[in-house]
């Protein structure tokens, strides 16, 4: 049994050559390394949800699923450091105009940052004074500027909105702006550099807050009016199928090794079989499940067919969490069976096995209902 539409088909071999050979070193020095960074800047793969009006690529949610996929399937840390990124990168549709021109002209533009309020901004004359700190802020190492949520604050203390709850906004902060503070010690997604960050009294214009929520983008489109929600669990679970592909895909060989042993038997040939072919169906179905919901929920958006489109997002809701529940199933029910090696901290198996295992720890895949 084989993984159907398997991602390598997205990738050219001497991007997959050139990720590959050189993630031993980035999980070493905690960062991707300039040989991988420089096919993500050729191909712009930073840039995949930024407005064409920007010279971003504007992928179709369906394009960028199927890429993302494809580049966890190749690293997980660059994968995760790109979707991440590029999520950030998404905030284009929702940025003033002339400010998005900007930062967008640059061919190594890269945002990193933090959904959660870690900090206050305070409203001055011209904009605001922002000070705080921020977590988990994936590609911190490589980024041009970064992004993260703060409560709006006067004189008075937190401005309230009209429910009676805290204002929050996101901001845009340029490199030189903020601190990056190392604190990245997990055992896996170590080159994504996810360090966390912060900003010291930093007085901002008003045109670098934003609101991300659909009826405040600027750019009134399908892609900056999908919700963020759906957008952000859909790709972050298409990394755990990626990596669950790569680590299948390691397994056929070490079984094929295995199995020509001496004094292996054929029931233990057999049992390898059995859950090898086990794990790859099962991916296999949530896959498909999966990208059926996201291509149907995307498609709803470009017909504007409201009929359906509360079922379809959550649908992709539903289907991301199984995809995520599954990928990392399919990768624990393997590992017993893959020998030392896949213990071993210098193998290739071991660091696809702790990327998987610590993205999957992200709070948005953790629960299914």
């Known amino acids: 049994m084989k993984i159907t539409s398997h991602p390598r088909q997205q990738l050219q071999s001497e991007w997959i050559s050139a990720i590959r050979e050189h993630a031993p070193a980035a999980e070493k020095d905690g960062k991707l390394q300039p040989e991988q960074l420089a096919v993500v800047y050729d191909q712009q793969w930073f840039k995949m949800l930024v407005p064409a009006a920007y010279g971003g690529l504007e992928l179709s949610l369906p394009d960028e699923l199927r890429l993302i996929e494809a580049i966890a399937w190749a690293d997980g840390s660059m994968g995760w450091a790109i979707t991440l990124c590029t999520g950030a990168g998404w905030f284009g549709g929702f940025l003033d105009p002339d400010l998005s021109r900007d930062v967008f002209a640059d061919p190594q533009v890269c945002l990193a940052g933090s959904g959660a309020p870690g900090g206050e901004a305070t409203i001055v004359p011209g904009g605001y004074l922002v000070d705080g700190s921020w977590k988990y802020a994936s590609g911190a190492l490589h980024a041009t500027h970064f992004t993260a949520n703060c409560i709006i604050c006067d004189d008075n203390g937190p401005v309230l909105n009209a429910e009676g709850e ?9 490199k030189d702006e903020v601190n990056v503070l190392p604190a990245w010690n997990y055992v896996g997604m170590v080159a994504t550099g996810s360090h966390s960050f912060e900003v010291k009294n930093v007085q901002v214009p008003a045109n670098r807050a934003f609101i991300i929520d659909a009826n405040f983008a600027v750019l009134k489109k399908p892609l900056y009016t999908y919700p963020f929600r759906q957008l952000a669990e859909g790709t972050l679970a298409i990394n755990l199928s990626g990596l669950a592909i790569h680590f299948i895909d390691l397994c056929k060989p070490i079984f094929i090794k295995r199995g020509e042993a001496k004094g292996f038997i054929k029931s233990q040939q057999d049992k390898l079989d059995e859950v090898y072919s086990r794990s790859v169906f099962r991916l296999n179905d949530a896959r498909d499940e999966f990208y059926r919901a996201a291509d149907r929920s995307w498609a709803c958006f470009i017909n504007n067919d409201t009929d359906i489109l509360d ?3 959550k649908a992709v809701s539903q289907t991301s969490r199984r995809l995520a529940r599954v990928a990392r199933q399919a990768v624990d029910d393997l590992y017993p069976y893959c020998g030392l ?14 990327d998987l295992h610590t993205a999957s720890q992200h709070s948005l895949l953790t629960f299914e209902s």
Do not use: N
């Not at 805290?166 to 340029?174: E, G, P, S």
């Not at 090696?341 to 702790?354: G, K, M």
């Open 311 to 313: 079922d379809s997002l």
């Open 166 to 174: 805290k204002t929050i906004k996101a901001f845009l902060f340029k």
């Open 341 to 354: 090696i896949a213990a071993s901290t210098s193998s290739e198996i071991s660091r696809v096995w702790r």
